[in-house]
C-alpha cells in the first residue's frame, strides 16, 4: 500500500510541477504543492522499504519527510491565497517538529512521544491550512476548495482521534492495533497528500477559468468590461424588458481630440487619459450599471431602471466632472472633454444593437459642438 502510495504521489507531484512550468504568475503555489507531493512519496517509500532500511531511514527520515510534506502542502496553499507571507511560521513549526522527533527518537524514548508530536504537527499546519481555506471569499469556492477542506479537516480528525485512543489505552502498542481509528488513519495517511494534490489541481484549473475569463471579457487597460462582456451584459437586461421587467438606457462616450493627444504626447499619454476617464466614469455612475470599452476612445455605459431623463443627469454629470478634472501626466495637466450620446430602449425595440445604434446617432449629434450630450 505505501509503494502505491509513493507511486501516485510522485505522478502528483510531476503532474504539478509540469502545470507550474507553464502556469501564469497570478497562480502561485504550484512549485511547493508539487514538491510536497514529491516529499510525501518519499517518506511512502522508506516506509514500503522499513524491511530493508535501517530504522533511521524508515521512521526518522521518512517522518522528517512526512513533515516536509504536510508543510509543502500548506504553504502551496497559502501562495495560492496570495499569503505567501506564512512560509517561515509554517517550515518554522515542521522544523521545529523534525528537530523534537529526531531528539525523542535519539533518545529512545519510545513511540509516545512520537505520536504526541506528529499529532499537534498535523493540528497545527492544517489548522493553518483550512484558515486558509475559510478565508476565502465565497464566489471563489469551488470543487476544488471543498475537497480540500473536506480531505484536511478529515485529517485532522483522524490524527486527534487516534492520539486520543493511544493516551487512553493501557496498552503501549495500541498505536498498531486494528482498531478502526489506526485503520482509517493509517489508509488517510497514505492517500490524504495525494487526494489533497489531486484537489489542489481542481482549485487551480478553477482559477485557470476565472482568469481566461478576465482575458476574454475585461479591458486589460482599464480593467473595464471589453466590447464582448458589455453586449452580453446588456443583451441580458435588453431580455428583461422583453418580459416586461424593466427598462435602461445607453450611453455613448467618445472623448474628444484624443487623436491629438496621441501626435502630441505618444500613446503612453493616451493610455493614461484612457485610464483617468474609466475612473471618473465609475465615480458618476451606480452600483449595478455597466460599463464598457467598446472601441479605442469609445465607450459606453449601461443604465438599467432609467428613465431618458435620468440618464441625461447621469451622463451631464459625467462630462461636466471629465471637463473640471484634468489628466496629470508626467506633472502636467492634460485638459479633455468628452461628447457622450443617450438612449432609452422603447418596446419595439427587438434587440439591444437598435438601442445602442441610436445612442450612437445622438453620440454623432453631440460630436456637432464637443464637450456635450444629446439623447434619441
Known sequence: ?????????????????????????????????????????????????????????TFLLANVMLYIAIA?????????????????????????????????????????????????????????????LLRETRGSRGVGWGLMLVLTAGMMLLAAARALLFATSSDADSVFSQHPVNVLHGVGSMFALVFMTLAFILAVNERYRHVLQDLAY?????????????????????????????????????????????????????????????????????????????GGEEFAIGLPGVSQAEGLQIIERIRKLVAATPVNWRGEPIMITVSIGLSRCKDADTSFEQVLLRADQALYEAKLTRDATAAK
Not at 500548506?74 to 505567501?84: E, K, M
Not at 523534537?100 to 535519539?106: F, G
Open 72 to 132: 509543502g502542502n500548506t504553504f502551496g496553499v497559502a501562495r495560492f491565497y496570495q499569503r505567501g507571507d506564512l512560509a517561515r511560521l509554517i517550515y518554522g513549526i515542521a522544523l521545529a517538529a523534525s528537530a523534537l522527533y529526531a531528539l525523542i527518537y535519539a533518545l529512545g524514548a519510545g513511540i509516545q512521544g512520537r505520536v504526541y508530536v506528529y499529532t499537534a504537527t498535523l493540528i497545527v499546519l492544517f489548522g493553518i491550512k483550512i484558515w486558509l
Open 1 to 57: 500500500m505505501f509503494m502505491i502510495a509513493a507511486l501516485l504521489g510522485m505522478a502528483m507531484g510531476a503532474v504539478v510541477l509540469l502545470m507550474q512550468r507553464s502556469s501564469p504568475s497570478s497562480v502561485r503555489g504550484l512549485l511547493e504543492t508539487g514538491w510536497s507531493a514529491i516529499a510525501f512519496a518519499c517518506a511512502s517509500l522508506l516506509i514500503a522499504l522499513r524491511d530493508l532500511l535501517p530504522d533511521v531511514l
Open 218 to 294: 475585461t479591458d486589460s487597460l482599464t480593467g473595464l468590461m471589453n466590447r464582448r462582456a458589455f453586449m452580453d451584459a446588456m443583451a441580458r437586461e435588453h431580455a428583461k424588458v422583453q418580459r416586461g421587467q424593466t427598462h435602461y438606457c445607453v450611453a455613448v462616450a467618445d472623448l474628444d481630440h484624443f487623436k491629438r493627444i496621441n501626435d502630441a504626447l505618444g500613446h503612453a499619454a493616451g493610455d493614461r487619459v484612457l485610464e483617468a476617464f474609466a475612473s471618473r466614469v465609475l465615480a458618476c455612475i451606480r452600483p449595478g450599471d455597466v460599463v464598457g470599452r467598446i
